[in-house]
T-cell receptor
Framework: EVQLLESGGGLVQPGGSLRLSCAAS????????MTWVRQAPGKGLEWVAT????????FYVDAVKGRFTISRDNAKNLLDLQMNSLRVDDTAVYYC????????????WGKGTTGTVSS | SYVLTQPPSVSVAPGQAATITCGGH??????VHWYQKKPGQAPALVVY???DRPSGIPERFSGSNSGDTATLTISRVEAGDEADYYC????????????FGGGTTLTVL
C-alpha cells in the first residue's frame, strides 16, 4: 500500500524553527512531485510548498516564502519542510501529499503532523 | 491570485443528492479536483480532472465544470459522506500555485 508518514511536529515559540519530515513507501518516490499542505485550526486546506522530482525547482505560497524550505532525499524516500521564523498563524496540521500529478492533483496524503506556534 | 469560492455549508437528507459548487473566473478552462476531509483523517481525493473518480470511490460521486462554476454531486447521500469538501485547481496567474477553495461542510440530516 502506498503510504506517507509525517513526523516532526511539536510546540515552538514564535520566531523559532521546526523541521517536518515525510517518509514515503511503496512507490517510486524519486519520480513524483511532492507537496506540503496545511490546515490551521478551524480553517480550510492551504497549499504550502511543492518540489519537483529531481529537486531542481521548488514553489511556495507567498505567506511562507523566505521562511520555509522544502527539500527531499530521493535515496532515503524522504520529504522535508524546514520552517523558520515561525509565527502564531503557522499553527496547523501539516500534510504531506504525493503530487501534483500531470494534471495537478494530489492523489495520496499522509495523516498529518501538528505544528503549534505559541508563547 | 486566483480565488475559488465555495458555499460554507450544504445540508441534505439521506438518500437525496447533494450539490457542492466551486466558483472561479473561467474555471471551466481549468481542471478541477475535489477532496473529502473528515475530522482527524487525511484528505482523500474523490474526483479529479473535473469528473473522473479514483479507484475505490463510489459512482455516487460525480463532477462537472463549465463557465465560472465547477460542481461536485453526491447522489444518494449516506451518513458516511458527512465531511468537508474542497475544490482545487492549478493556477499560473502569479507563478505556479495550487489553489484550494474555502471548503464546504456537508451535513447529512
Amino acid at each position: 500500500e502506498v503510504q506517507l508518514l509525517e513526523s516532526g511536529g511539536g510546540l515552538v515559540q514564535p520566531g523559532g524553527s521546526l523541521r517536518l519530515s515525510c517518509a514515503a513507501s511503496t512507490f517510486t518516490f524519486s519520480t513524483y512531485w511532492m507537496t506540503w499542505v496545511r490546515q490551521a485550526p478551524g480553517k480550510g486546506l492551504e497549499w504550502v510548498a511543492t518540489i519537483k522530482p529531481d529537486a531542481s525547482e521548488t514553489f511556495y505560497v507567498d505567506a511562507v516564502k523566505g521562511r520555509f524550505t522544502i527539500s527531499r532525499d530521493n535515496a532515503k524516500n524522504l520529504l522535508d519542510l524546514q520552517m523558520n521564523s515561525l509565527r502564531v498563524d503557522d499553527t496547523a496540521v501539516y500534510y504531506c501529499a504525493r503530487g501534483p500529478t500531470l494534471t495537478d492533483y494530489m492523489d495520496v496524503w499522509g495523516k498529518g503532523t501538528t505544528g503549534t506556534v505559541s508563547s | 491570485s486566483y480565488v475559488l469560492t465555495q458555499p460554507p455549508s450544504v445540508s441534505v437528507a439521506p438518500g437525496q443528492a447533494a450539490t457542492i459548487t466551486c466558483g472561479g473566473h473561467l474555471i471551466g478552462g481549468k481542471r478541477v479536483h475535489w477532496y473529502q476531509k473528515k475530522p482527524g483523517q487525511a484528505p482523500a481525493l474523490v474526483v479529479y480532472d473535473d469528473s473522473d473518480r479514483p479507484s475505490g470511490i463510489p459512482e455516487r460521486f460525480s463532477g462537472s465544470n463549465s463557465g465560472d462554476t465547477a460542481t461536485l454531486t453526491i447522489s444518494r447521500v449516506e451518513a458516511g459522506d458527512e465531511a468537508d469538501y474542497y475544490c482545487q485547481v492549478w493556477d499560473t496567474t502569479s507563478g505556479a500555485t495550487w489553489v484550494f477553495g474555502g471548503g464546504t461542510t456537508l451535513t447529512v440530516l
